[in-house]
């Protein structure tokens, strides 16, 4: 067997990334799911491992910006990592994740984020969940949308014809909500691909708009199945995503999509812990809420990232962080943190909390809270009373929120 080498993919290599991860995750290689994929590649961004010049293990990152409480910063969004199965075992994994960690700290960007195939994998180098996703499917019966005062409109379309609604809507709501990521053309030509054999035997993804006083001010982008027993109609719609900046157009939207003619039941894959749907139907067990893991975040330059993200309330605190994978965010911090500024420095002052690197990540976004992570074990209070003001302060007004696999 020949030694293994680590080095940055070329756009020649796509082809075989993709056999070898589509081999790795148990599927059979898919020419449209490849050309869908390939829009994201970034081959300067992407690392491969080679043993006698073929291809064994990968991981890639894509160059985009996401939103976090207060604000938007450039991240890693990290993906397509697998290895092959003749090659486990031996440290690859931990060689490409180092190496990937490393050079997005380089490039300015202060944390990584991933959706991971399995999350006891990402812990090991520091990932931690910090957006969890509630999957809901609804017994429309049970559905009690409040009708709204305004005179708002829904027109639907196909995704492509509705695009540049959909681009202009999403652009207003995605800073606000920590969590989302930004989405060049290339990335909504990804979202909007459509591939047939990733509908799960539903229809063709539709669209649909509100119009309210002020212009378009939502959409959701969805399909349904068609489906009858012997004793009628049992269709289901499902909702990929809805996206609205108006209270007015949230309800809207969902009155839609619980009141297609031949279904019986709306489903949504992933959406926040904090959805007015929960306060709007009779009898909440009939939602069928399932809470799994979303969004994980890796923290790669701490003074950068706890400088760049504002906070609920004023805190002053030296924060005591431990990494094992990257030596330069060990140390004590001294956060000075508002809702309009704030600001992160190394310091030799006595430690008010003392935290593993991925407390960090699971707070960044807002979704943890660090009382909740000192229970699991990830954060001492040293100084009391300072558990409580963090706390505090790395809530934010919007719990953080993930939808869209990357």
């Given at each position: ?108 960007e202060s944390i990584s984020v991933c959706w991971a195939s399995e ?288």
């Amino acid at each position: 067997m020949g030694d293994i080498t680590l080095e940055s993919a070329s756009a020649d290599d796509w082809d075989e990334i993709h056999e070898m991860f589509s081999a790795a995750l148990n599927f059979d290689p898919n020419p449209a799911g490849s050309a869908a994929d390939r829009q994201l590649f970034e081959p300067d961004r992407t690392l491969v491992a080679r043993r006698d010049g073929r291809i064994v293990a990968t991981i890639g990152a894509v160059t985009r910006r996401i939103a976090i409480p207060g604000g938007v910063i450039d991240a890693a969004h990290s993906g397509r990592g697998a290895v092959a199965a003749t090659a486990r075992r031996q440290g690859l994994l931990t060689r490409l994740l180092h190496r990937h960690m490393a050079d997005a700290r380089e490039l300015g960007e202060s944390i990584s984020v991933c959706w991971a195939s399995e999350g006891r994998i990402y812990q090991r180098y520091g990932y931690a969940l910090a957006v969890r996703r509630v999957g809901l499917a609804l017994d429309t019966r049970e559905a009690g949308v409040p009708v709204t005062s305004g005179a708002g409109v829904l027109a639907d379309g196909s995704p492509e014809e509705l695009r540049d609604v959909l681009v202009k809507t999403y652009d207003e709501a995605y800073a606000q909500r920590p969590g989302w990521s930004e989405r060049t053309s290339a990335h909504w030509d990804y979202r909007l691909a459509d591939l047939p054999h990733m509908r799960g035997g539903a229809t063709a993804l539709r669209a649909i708009t509100h119009e309210g006083e002020q212009g378009i001010d939502g959409y959701a982008l969805w399909r349904a199945t068609g489906d009858w027993t012997d004793t009628g109609p049992v269709g289901e719609v499902r909702v990929e995503e809805l996206v609205a900046t108006t209270a007015e157009a949230y309800a809207e939207l969902w009155r839609f999509l619980t009141t297609i003619d031949l279904t019986r039941t709306t489903r949504i894959w992933s959406c926040s812990v904090d959805e007015p749907l929960f306060y709007w139907v009779g009898e909440p067990r009939k939602l069928s809420a399932t809470v799994s893991d979303g969004l994980w975040v890796r923290v790669l330059n701490v003074p950068q990232a706890l400088a760049a993200r504002r906070y609920a309330a004023p805190v002053d605190v030296v924060i005591e962080v431990r990494d094992a994978v990257l030596p330069g965010n060990t140390g004590r911090w001294r956060l000075t943190g508002a809702p309009g500024s704030a600001t992160c420095v190394a310091t030799d002052d006595d430690a008010d909390l003392r935290c593993d690197i991925r407390a960090l990540g699971a707070a960044y976004l807002g979704g943890a809270s660090l009382t909740a992570l000192a229970g699991a074990g990830l954060v001492t209070e040293l100084t009391p009373g300072s558990l409580a003001a963090a706390t505090t302060a790395f809530g934010w007004h919007r719990p953080p929120s993930a939808f869209e696999i990357f």
